[in-house]
Nanobody
Framework: QVQLVESGGGLVQAGGSLRLSCAAS????????MAWYRQAPGKQRDVVAG???????NYADSVKGRFTISRDYAKDTVYLQMNSLKPEDTAVYFC??????????WGKGTLVTVSS
């Protein structure tokens, strides 16, 4: 089993920055891909950014150039640096991981609120 715990959410003004962290524990040696998703009120959960084992990253078009995903293997942590935040970035942000057996894990989420 893998446990994922997000932190770093909060309230920020438009144009500001936040850095989300996702700490992994448990059978982390099996982790392969990790990602951040978000879900705004009344909307579906969508991928924001992903990072594969080996470092290849991908981003939703809406966050390209503003968000950066990174992974620290020594700390078993994945980060999401969010700059130039917009009100439409307001959502609950979830950490996601898939292991080598393609079993998928989710964190409980952290709320990001961007005020205009």
């Amino acid at each position: 089993q893998v446990q994922l715990v997000e932190s770093g959410g909060g309230l920020v003004q438009a144009g500001g920055s936040l850095r989300l962290s996702c700490a992994a524990s448990g059978s982390i040696f099996r982790l392969r891909d990790m990602a951040w998703y978000r879900q705004a009120p009344g909307k579906q959960r969508d991928v924001v950014a992903g990072i594969k084992d080996g470092g290849v990253t991908n981003y939703a078009d809406s966050v390209k150039g503003r968000f950066t995903i990174s992974r620290d293997y020594a700390k078993d942590t994945v980060y999401l640096q969010m700059n130039s935040l917009k009100p439409e970035d307001t959502a609950v942000y979830f950490c996601y991981a898939a292991d080598t057996y393609d079993i998928r894990f989710w964190g409980k989420g952290t709320l990001v609120t961007v005020s205009s």
